[in-house]
């Protein structure tokens, strides 16, 4: 198994007390000479524990060259060949717990409400709070993701043995199993534990989503969202799927029900995919960040620090979480209703020619269009899941891998480069990490040259992810109001087909362009606190006004995607309420309705998107401003 993040040379020692503050010496100073090997050993331990810090060793006389005051090999956020480029199966890994998680969130899916499900709005900031302070040695976000998916393995396991436990329970002070009474108690036990439910799945998400910003390195960022989107959708491949599927027949050892058979599913899917992802990926050791801040216990104090956090959002943060409170207001109508969208479609004729069906003779039919339904739902997320395998590599990255350090046995190779001139915002035509990981570097430059221009060929030079990102709230839209002219079963299927493609980018960008503003501050922050950098520079991404650390912001992100769910519901029952027909009558064109209310948000989500900086401009203008 690889180490990664770990120097060859020297071997790591779990730390039982707090770790010592290194010193560091100017150059030039008189201690500097009787110093250098203290501060080398310094970054040495720094190396050790950070995978976002190269693990090359600084030897006594690498303290000595500097790029314009920048020490060679300090970590800035702007130089990519200060950090390791991971692999693709580092990746794979990495992100391999959110596989389980979707699992987990379908079969929630299946059995809550829109209501029921927006319940863990304040969940994932609460567990990002609490994340971000965690001090355990063996990482901030791994007791979180091994808490919640024990607690969502126990929720998931009482839910499929209600029926059994409360009946057995009962049965002991000699109740009836078939009393109105146990009915009742066992309709509230599984009420309770769909409420844990939620807050679990919350909990577990909010931990997997910070783990994969704080290990994966900035210019690795989209990559690392990528993949997670390619395991979600090949999640919901096997979710749908099942439902073709007899698993009580094929697995009767888990359950005599469909239900109890994919909750042990999940179960099983969950915690491996959370034990491998524990186990593989190495976090910091959060002690070397030092205490945490102090923070006072209750309701109030959360809500005032969820507030103030929400009001010191970094300007790009901000901006994608605007973008995701329409978006959303979108996408949950379509996700809740497409099926009874398609299936209305399929029904349509057979009531039209027979009005007068009795209630069996609806349900035989709705049942049929409910198959039709998952069936477009199953091509649904095929197509997410090819647009997720494809479109990373059409998009010009927005950050470039890193460039190999030049050797220190020849300084006259270094060429000095500007602080402030970035070298990671990529331009039109760089080889994309995503690409280049999936290739070990090769001996020859002139034969990686070749590759890096073949690979590159492939991408679209104006195609960024934030506009690939406006142009899927665009195709979203145009989709929703298509459905004034959508009148078969059909059409409707081939419709959710290209709905997909914008899909794969919903899973991908928002997730991509947070975390890498996120891992850019927090590697802008450590370096100011090991001394490193240009420290105007620093003081700018790391100022304490935005200490916020990844747990907290993406919880709140979080907040724009749950909050529209209760606004997007609402006006769906109002629609219901005005356009809804008599059930078993024809032309019930009310979900329709509810879907283009859906595209007027995404035409919204849209302009918000043109509002979203991109990364190069951004540093421009930063640039322009120092000037």
Known sequence: MAQHGLNSSASYKPLSDPPPRYETTEVGSPQHSRRTSRIGRSFEILNENSPLISPQRLHDDESLFRIDGVPLGALNWTDGGAEESKSVWYLFVLALSIGGLQIAWSVELSNGSPYLLSLGTLVQP???????????????????????????????????????????????????????????????????????????????????????????????????????????GFGNILGYLSGYVNLPQIMPFFGDTQFKVLCVIASL???????????????????????????????????????????????????????????????????FYITTYIGQLDVNPYFEA????????????????????????????????????????????????????????????????????????????GMSTSMSSFFPPVPSDESHSRLSRLLSACQIPWLTLRRAWLLSHLLFAACM?????????????VLVGVIGLAWALTVWAPFALISAEISKRDAARRARNAGRG?????????????EDQAGVILGLHNVSIAAP????????????????RERGVAGDDSVGWVL??????????????SRVGEEANRKDESDESEV
Not at 281 to 300: Q, S, V
Not at 481 to 493: D, E, G, K, L, P
Not at 534 to 546: G, K, V
Request: include cysteine; hydrophobic fraction near 45%; charge should be neutral.
């Open 126 to 232: 609460y567990v990002g709070m609490k994340s971000d302070s965690c001090r355990l040695p063996w990482g901030k976000r791994k007791p979180f993701m091994v808490a919640g998916a024990a607690a969502t393995i126990a929720s998931l396991m009482a839910l499929a043995w209600t029926r059994e436990i409360v009946r057995g329970f009962l049965g002991i002070f000699g109740a009836d199993p078939k009393s109105e009474g146990v009915k009742v108690t066992a309709i509230c036990f599984a009420i309770f534990f769909v409420y844990i439910l939620d807050f679990a799945i919350n909990t577990i998400q909010a931990a997997i989503r910070a783990f994969i910003v704080d290990n994966a390195p900035t210019h690795q960022q989209e990559d690392a969202n990528a993949m997670a989107g390619r395991i979600t």
């Open 354 to 429: 027979n009005p007068d069906l009795s209630e069996d003779q609806i349900d035989k039919a709705w049942e049929n269009a409910t198959r039709i339904g998952t069936f477009a739902l199953l091509i649904f997320a095929i197509t997410s899941f090819s647009s997720n395998m494809l479109l990373p590599l059409i998009i010009v990255p927005t950050y470039r891998p890193p460039q190999p350090l030049p050797s220190l046995a020849h300084p006259e190779h270094i060429r000095p480069s500007s602080p402030r001139t970035p070298r990671t915002p990529i331009t039109p035509g």
């Open 481 to 493: 109001f298509s459905t004034f002219f959508i009148t078969t079963a059909t059409a409707a299927t």
């Open 534 to 546: 240009n420290s105007e520079e620093l003081d700018n991404l790391a100022d304490e006004e935005s």
């Open 565 to 580: 769910q209760i606004i997007a519901t609402l006006v769906s029952s109002v629609i219901f309420k005005l356009a809804q």
């Open 269 to 335: 899917a969950l915690a491996s995919t959370v034990l491998i992802s524990c186990l593989y990926i190495r976090e910091r050791d959060p002690r070397l960040e030092g205490p945490p801040k102090a923070e006072k216990g209750g309701i109030l104090p959360f809500f005032q620090q969820v507030f103030s956090s929400m009001r010191r959002l970094p300007p790009q943060v901000r901006k994608v979480c605007e973008v995701q409170f329409f978006n959303w207001i979108g996408w949950f109508p379509f996700l």
């Open 596 to 609: 283009r209310f859906g595209g007027l948000a995404a035409l919204i989500a849209a302009y918000m998107t």
